[in-house]
Every structure is written in C-alpha cells, then in structure tokens.
C-alpha cells in the first residue's frame, strides 16, 4: 500500500471531493524505519527531497552519552529499551526512537535524537 500524505479526497459523508490538481511526487511517503538494538551495525541511504541523502539508523549497538556533571561524551555499548513512551510495545522489540530510555553500562540514558531520521543514537545520561 502507497503512502500518501495529502488530504483525502472522501468526505466524512462519503461524498467525493473535487480534484483540484494532480497527485504531486512530493506527497509521497515512506514506510516508518524502526531501529533497533543488535550487535551487528546497519544503515541506509535514502534520497530525499532536492536531490539530498538521508542516512537511516536501521541497527545500532552503541550510544553517544553525554554526562552533565563531567561535560564530556562517551561512547557506550547499550544493552536493551527500559521505557519508551512512544510505544509500549517497542520496548519488547527493543527499537529506539527519540524519548526512549536505554539500559548501558553507565546507567539509564534517554535517547535525544532521532535515530531513524538523523543516522547516529545520542543520548544524556539520567541521574
């Protein structure tokens, strides 16, 4: 099945709405990229809009932690999700999204960026 980000052209009646132009490319969507935690690094190069890239966090092992008492990052090996309040269920199928909290060696980390959109896993470190 397409996806497809315009309006759709039912009513809430059922009745049809007038076309008032074409279906245009940039309404295209994509299936959603749900990352996950696995041993073995995985990514993908998407195009996007303007001829751009767009690299996608498919799988990831380790996490970029930033400690607010030491002011420094750290790179941390994650071991599985705690809480994610985006999904219950992603929890179980251990996929990261931004808001996640993540078990590492340092401790629990909420995720601050968006693995699936921006290709890296950061996060801070919660006290």
Not at 40 to 57: E, L
Not at 69 to 88: G, R
Request: proline fraction near 4%; charged fraction near 30%; aromatic fraction near 8%.
């Amino acid at each position: 099945m397409v996806i497809y980000h315009e309006r759709s052209l039912r009513k809430p009646s059922g009745g049809r709405i007038k076309a008032y132009r074409k279906k245009k490319q940039y309404y295209i969507g994509s299936n959603p990229t749900l990352p996950r935690i696995e041993e073995k690094p995985k990514y993908k190069v998407v195009k996007t809009y303007g001829g751009n890239a767009k690299v996608r966090t498919m799988a990831e092992q380790f996490i970029t932690v930033f400690d607010s008492k030491d002011k420094k990052s750290k790179k941390v090996k994650m071991i599985n999700i705690v809480d994610n309040k985006a999904n219950k269920l992603y929890v179980r199928r251990n996929i990261l999204t931004k808001g996640a909290v993540v078990e590492t060696e340092l401790g629990k980390v909420i995720v601050t960026t968006r693995p699936a959109q921006s290709g890296s896993v950061q996060g801070k470190l919660l006290q």
